[in-house]
């Protein structure tokens, strides 16, 4: 099992900043791609931004320019920086990890969702 935790979100004003925080842990033999998802109020969990395992990442143009991820491998954690929010961006946001177990299983895991509200 793998297992993941959030941390980083609350209120924050618009054009503010905040760093979400995520790890993982349990029968890890190795993190592959990491990512961070969002879903707001009546609309569908989309995708933000996502790390694989060479550093290569990927961000859905809404947020381009405004969030970065990061990973600590040796903490088995992933990172999403921030900047510039705007009201839009309030949404539960959940990390996620596909993983590979000591056991050599392939796992997809999903943290709890942090809620990230925007508002002045």
């Known amino acids: 099992q793998v297992q993941l935790v959030e941390s980083g979100g609350g209120l924050v004003q618009p054009g503010g900043s905040l760093r979400l925080s995520c790890a993982a842990s349990g029968s890890i033999f190795r993190i592959n791609t990491m990512g961070w998802y969002r879903q707001a109020p009546g609309k569908q969990r989309e995708l933000v931004a996502r790390i694989d395992s060479g550093d290569s990442t990927d961000y859905a143009d809404s947020v381009k320019g405004r969030f970065t991820i990061s990973r600590d491998n040796a903490m088995n954690t992933v990172y999403v920086q921030i900047i510039s929010l705007k009201t839009e961006d309030t949404a539960v946001y959940y990390c996620?990890?596909?993983?590979?177990?000591?056991?050599?299983?392939?796992?997809?895991?999903w943290g709890q969702g942090n809620q990230v509200t925007v508002s002045s």
């Open positions: 996620s990890a596909d993983s590979t177990t000591m056991a050599r299983v392939s796992l997809a895991a």
